[in-house]
């Protein structure tokens, strides 16, 4: 995969450092210092793939390696010069040699013509023993400008302004140059310069290792910046995993609502059709002749449902009431009763609304949630940190209090009795203060550590939010559990009319060879 990877770094002489031996390392050539007399022989380094000085169009010279640099190395007068600046870029590894060579000589040239400076490239290939996809470039320029006549001339200030944003354009340039050449290799990869944050992604970068630390960590030492990647990488893992979580459970209850809806509205349409052909069935009884026929509204039958068919008896008379008003039976009531208000199937089209409408708002409530826990987390990370160095800064103060009053304990002429004991007093003090904060310092960081104590807080800062989210959930699983005892009860049920029909089957079968 594809990494972005444009570091950008200067070679000064304050660091111990010169022109001439940073290009004869990345070149692995041997160039000597014309002023000191110093020979930078780096002939026998491996890896370096090929060497290339770039100069700005129009420039006539033919300055070789050790000539460029020396120059450059000549322009500085002050004791702490700033006498290069390095290009780093990381070439892709899904593109051939000769692509990654061409991307590197673009960028090489970008530079040249944007700013007028001279570029010495050298393409370096995978250490034997690292990564064998980390190919990558070094782009060396010095700090001033070519002029026409081959000669070095004033500085690149616009390089060196810290809040000029020149840097992060060149970034960007060498990211639309990695991504030109990956579509036109075609490969999927993209890269980009942008930072997580600006990015929208919800991760927490790693620190850079360096040169040293990445070696050891390679023989097996752990360092200290290893330690913080590792920390980085598991809070990472635990973030994307808990994200996964909710996603999955965020789209279980959006299925379970759809399926309830649509199974809702089935169950309305078939209550409809049965009201309807009741409706048809009970009209018959009720129809009068015209002679007959009482048009007082007092008086009219088919309104009334306790005056319709007499002669059909008193339970097809409950049967058309109950149709005609849409109460439940006594059984119905009672079993509704029993499962409590999220169980109340709704007994018309409004009712269904109300409750689609709680569902959804039972799913935004749970959205809310988990976007402004999203939002949080990185600040109360940051609030965590903060506690825990807090405390482990009060318990030191404490350790070296106690340390220094251990050295102050009462010998020979001046150990009384009284001054042994006053001294002890305080040092149980200082002592039982140390472990107590010890033991909160490990409890926030072992015990919470990494999420529950962060997660506590946002609960504490956002009670009503909380409060929501936990109804919420509580319904969604109430209604999961009723809808489990249904499926019971009707399985339960099924399995009993198979259990009645059997015993008749096998009656009827006798009696036949009976008779």
């Excluded at 190395?73 to 060579?101: F, G």
């Excluded at 097809?316 to 109340?344: C, F, H, L, R, Y």
């Amino acid at each position: 995969m594809a990494i972005m990877q444009c570091q950008v770094s200067t070679v000064s002489r304050s660091d111990g450092r010169s022109a001439p031996g940073a290009a004869a390392y990345r070149s692995a050539s041997v160039i000597t210092e014309a002023v000191t007399g110093i020979v930078h022989d780096y002939t026998r380094k491996r890896g370096v793939e090929s060497s290339t000085l770039i100069f700005p169009y129009g420039v006539s010279t033919d300055l070789t390696r050790a000539q460029l640099w020396n120059a450059a190395e000549a322009a500085e007068k002050r004791i702490n010069s700033m006498v290069a600046r390095e290009y780093k870029v990381a070439l892709p590894a899904e593109l051939t040699a000769d692509q990654r060579k061409e991307l590197a000589l673009k960028f090489a040239r970008h530079l040249a013509e944007e700013y007028k400076i001279a570029v010495d490239l050298s393409i370096h290939a995978p250490d034997r023993k690292a990564d064998d996809r980390n190919h990558h470039a070094h782009l060396l320029t010095p700090t001033r400008k070519f002029e026409k006549d081959g000669q070095l001339g004033a500085k690149t200030r616009i390089l060196d302004a810290r809040y000029s944003g020149e840097i992060e354009r060149v970034r960007e340039t060498w990211a639309n140059l990695t991504n030109q050449a990956l579509e036109q290799a075609g490969q999927s990869a993209r890269i980009d310069h942008r930072s997580l944050k600006d990015q929208g992604i919800l991760r927490e970068p790693t620190v850079h290792l360096g040169p040293k630390a990445t070696a050891m960590e390679r023989r097996g030492i752990k360092t200290y910046l290893g330690n913080i990647n590792r920390e980085i990488n598991a809070r990472n893992s635990l973030r994307a995993e808990q994200r996964q979580e909710w996603r999955e459970a965020l789209d279980r209850e959006t299925k379970r609502l759809e399926a309830q809806a649509e199974a809702r509205a089935q169950a309305e349409a078939r209550a409809a059709a049965a009201r309807e052909l009741e409706a048809k069935k009970a009209a018959p009884a009720v129809r009068r002749s015209p002679a007959k026929r009482d048009v007082t509204p007092a008086r009219r039958p088919e309104r009334d449902p306790a005056h319709v068919a007499p002669a059909r008896g008193e339970a097809a008379v409950n049967q058309v009431a109950d149709a005609a008003t849409k109460k439940p039976t006594a059984k119905t009531s009672k079993t509704t009763e029993k499962q409590g208000p999220i169980a109340k199937q709704p007994a018309s089209p409004a009712g269904a609304e109300i409750q689609s409408a709680r569902a959804a708002t039972e799913a935004l409530n749970v959205r809310k949630y988990d976007k402004a826990w999203e939002e949080a987390e990185p600040k109360l990370e940051k609030t965590q940190a903060k506690v825990l160095r807090a405390l482990r800064e009060k318990h030191d103060s404490i350790k070296e209090t106690r340390e220094a009053h251990k050295d102050k304990k009462p010998q020979g002429f001046f150990a009384t009795e009284k001054r042994v004991e006053a001294w002890k007093k305080k040092h149980d003090e200082l002592e039982a203060k140390e472990t107590k904060l010890w033991k909160v310092y490990s409890k926030v960081e072992n015990y919470y550590a990494p999420s529950k104590w962060r997660k506590d807080k946002f609960r504490r800062d956002n009670p009503e939010l909380a409060k929501a989210y936990d109804k919420s959930i509580s319904n969604v699983q109430e209604r999961e559990r009723l809808e489990r005892e249904r499926i019971a009860q009707e399985i339960a049920k099924t399995q009993k009319a198979e259990i009645k029909k059997q015993p008749e089957k096998s009656q009827g079968r006798g009696g036949g060879r009976g008779d």
